[in-house]
Structure formats: structure tokens, C-alpha cells
């Protein structure tokens, strides 16, 4: 008969396959433990990598070197760059592409230092609401020796001129005399133009100027008869 010791007691060949499942499931264990460590520190160094990156990236852009008045034309001496850490809340214009950026217009007053987007230049001169743009044939003497430039500051006087009805006086287009004087306190230079060669006249300059719809006309009037004069005025004055 068989005791109850023995019944209970494993054999042999039964303890030494017992014996070997154990280190296998061990063996097995370890390996894949290992690749997984490993596979994560490499992961958390690409991500370190990643963020240091981009924390650091920095691209070469356009920047202001002197002050361009609104409605200037920017030139290449206006420009400058910068290497700078781009980030979502900016968009500064790459260096690359100044090139395009030259001779285009200033749509804001643009300051040195300071980081030029494609919202700062325009194809086409801004004009504000109620305002027009009138033409000024000028010859020496009605402006500047040095002339004038868009962006300029200029008060419009008006002259008298011989053969007028009486001194400081001019006639309107119904024929009423009006005094002569400013015609605009401060008006902003539109543009600039030399007259063609060859043309007739003895205007040395032909000068667009910014002004209120509502002196407009006057303006113009007096320019057509030869009666306006520009004087150049300081950078910030007050407008019309």
C-alpha cells in the first residue's frame, strides 16, 4: 500500500520539469523588460530633443534699420536682419524674400528695431475715409530747395499772383475774391514725381498731397492757377 507521503511527494522527473519551467518563464520576462526600458529612455530623449529644438530654432527675418513714414516706399537701405525664435503670435517676414518687400509701400509708420510683417507694407498707398488726393505742379520757389517726399508734413499756403484783382486776393471758380493764406494747415505728401523731360512748363516737381474732401476743390483751383506754395513742416504734426 501506498503512503500518504509518497502520494503527496512529486517525483524525480516530475521536480526537474518543474524545475525548468521556472528559470524559462524568468529567462523570458527579462529580455522584453530590458527592450522596454530601453525603448523609453529613447523615447524621452527624442522628446527632449524635439522640444529643445524648437525652443531654440531660430530663422534669420526682416528688420527696420531707419524710421519709414506711412505711405513711403520701403528701400533696401531701410532693411536689416535679425535671427529671432519665430513663435505662433508672429509672423515676420523672412530675409529671403526682401527682395519682394522692396519698393512696396509703408502701410504703418515703420520704426527702427522693430520686426516687419506683411501687414506693415502694402502694393497700394492707403488713403483715409473723407480724404482725396490732389496734384501740385511746383516750380522753384513754391516748395523746398531739397523738395519734398511722401510721408512729408506740409502746410498749403496760397499765393497771389500778377494780374490778380487786388494783392492777397484770388478769385474762385464763380469769380469771388477770396484772401489769400493757408489753404491747409498740415496735409501729408502722396507722392512724388519728376516732370517728363521735355515737357512744357518750367515745374520742377510734380507733388500729390493728402488732403480733406471738403478743401479739395479749393486746393486744386489754386494749384491750377499757379497759387500754391508747400511749406515742409516737422514729422508728427497735427493733420488737417
Do not use: C, W
Not at 496760397?158 to 484772401?179: C, E, F, I, K, V
Request: hydrophobic residues 45%; without cysteine.
Amino acid at each position: 500500500m501506498t503512503s500518504l507521503l509518497e502520494r503527496f511527494t512529486p517525483s524525480s522527473e516530475e521536480s526537474r520539469a518543474a524545475a525548468d519551467r521556472l528559470p524559462s518563464q524568468v529567462r523570458v520576462r527579462r529580455p522584453v523588460l530590458a527592450i522596454a526600458s530601453v525603448a523609453l529612455v529613447f523615447a524621452s530623449i527624442a522628446i527632449f530633443v524635439s522640444i529643445y529644438s524648437s525652443a531654440n530654432h531660430q530663422i534669420a527675418v526682416i528688420a527696420i534699420t531707419r524710421p519709414v513714414p506711412l505711405g513711403q516706399r520701403v528701400t533696401a537701405g531701410d532693411l536689416g536682419v535679425a535671427n529671432v525664435v519665430v513663435s505662433d503670435s508672429v509672423s515676420p517676414v523672412p530675409i529671403a524674400e526682401a527682395r519682394d518687400v522692396v519698393g512696396k509701400l509703408a502701410a504703418v509708420t515703420l520704426v527702427p528695431g522693430s520686426l516687419l510683417t506683411m501687414a506693415d507694407i502694402s502694393s497700394s498707398r492707403p488713403l483715409k475715409s473723407g480724404d482725396a488726393v490732389v496734384g501740385i505742379a511746383l516750380k522753384q520757389g513754391q516748395l523746398p530747395s531739397s523738395g519734398v517726399e511722401p510721408g512729408d508734413q506740409v502746410m498749403v499756403v496760397q499765393t497771389g499772383t500778377p494780374g490778380t484783382p487786388a494783392p492777397n486776393t484770388a478769385l474762385t471758380p464763380g469769380g469771388t475774391a477770396t484772401t489769400t493764406g493757408v489753404l491747409v494747415p498740415s496735409a501729408q505728401v502722396y507722392a512724388v514725381a519728376t516732370p517728363p523731360a521735355g515737357s512744357s512748363g518750367s515745374a520742377t516737381q510734380l507733388v500729390s498731397i493728402e488732403v480733406s474732401m471738403t478743401v479739395a476743390a479749393e486746393v486744386s483751383v489754386a494749384a491750377a492757377a499757379d497759387q500754391v506754395s508747400l511749406v515742409l513742416l516737422p514729422q508728427g504734426t497735427a493733420g488737417t
